[in-house]
């Protein structure tokens, strides 16, 4: 398989987090100390001034909020023209330092993906841990404050759900509404969009799928719900990450998995311009299932 033309930027800017979520497929937490430093993050601009085909930038961690260079990466993407997506935890924006956070998202018109696994308190703290579903809540109803998924304004919140166990995720298109309706009736919180996402068996979720002894049932579903016809919309395909150190992967997971591109390794010093992308081959192995099963996964949700 190969890239097409590239039009999304995915900085994995630091695997620093305020959480250690059981799905996460980082391994995020708060004692990991891989942070992309100014270097990186100067390169990484000077290259998007040279990419015409990028429409996007979107910055992913770890809890990308705690990298002191996040408001630069974010700044410049903006002043270049890009859309800008911050994936948020949504409890980081009570972490201290980060009391001004939501309004400079806001100041830069970024759109904000939010973690929320569930409207259940119950879920969402099995898997995110205790204390983080009414801090999520607080967050969520902080950015509906500032104007983010109301009327009349610019300002995008989408939240995205995940499994809690081995199985593929329901309908975005019917999950949706009971998530629009549940939030607001309980919390009185609005979002503009629900993406679902299949949990990829790799890192903490893998771990989790061998002690309980279900990684090979896991595997099996996935492999059994493939499903050619999301084959050929798979995000890596107009998509190039970019991992906190400059390294070059075809996507968030082949980064964790440390998976070379598909046609070489490579980092952001040994090229001239995203753009340089096009045709080249994309590294795949038996993970990739998750992407293709059912509906198909993505970073924006289902892909039918």
Sequence with gaps: ????????????????????????????????????????????????????????????????????HFRRLVSAGRKLGKIVIDRCNLTVLYEPGQEETACFLKEHEVQVVASLP????????????????????????????????????KLILDLVYNPLGPFLPPDQKKLEPAYRTELKELFGIEFNRLYTITNMPIRRFLSDLQRAGKLTQYMELLSNSFNPAVAEGVMCRSLLSVSWNGELFDCDFNQMLELPLGASRRTVWDISSFDDFEGDLIRYENHCYACTAGAGSSCSGALV
């Design 1 to 68: 398989m190969k890239r097409g033309v590239l039009g999304t930027l995915q900085v994995n800017i630091g695997r620093l987090c305020n959480l250690a979520c059981h799905h996460c497929h980082v391994e995020a937490g708060p004692k990991r100390t891989e942070n992309m430093e100014g270097a990186v993050v100067d390169r990484v601009i000077e290259l998007l001034e040279k990419s015409k085909t990028i429409h996007t930038v979107d910055i992913t961690g770890g809890a990308p909020e705690l990298n002191p």
């Design 118 to 153: 569930c409207y259940s308190k119950e879920n969402v703290e099995k898997q995110r841990g205790r204390g983080v579903f009414d801090k999520s809540i607080e967050a969520l109803r902080l950015l509906n404050n500032l104007g983010y998924a109301q009327q009349d304004t």
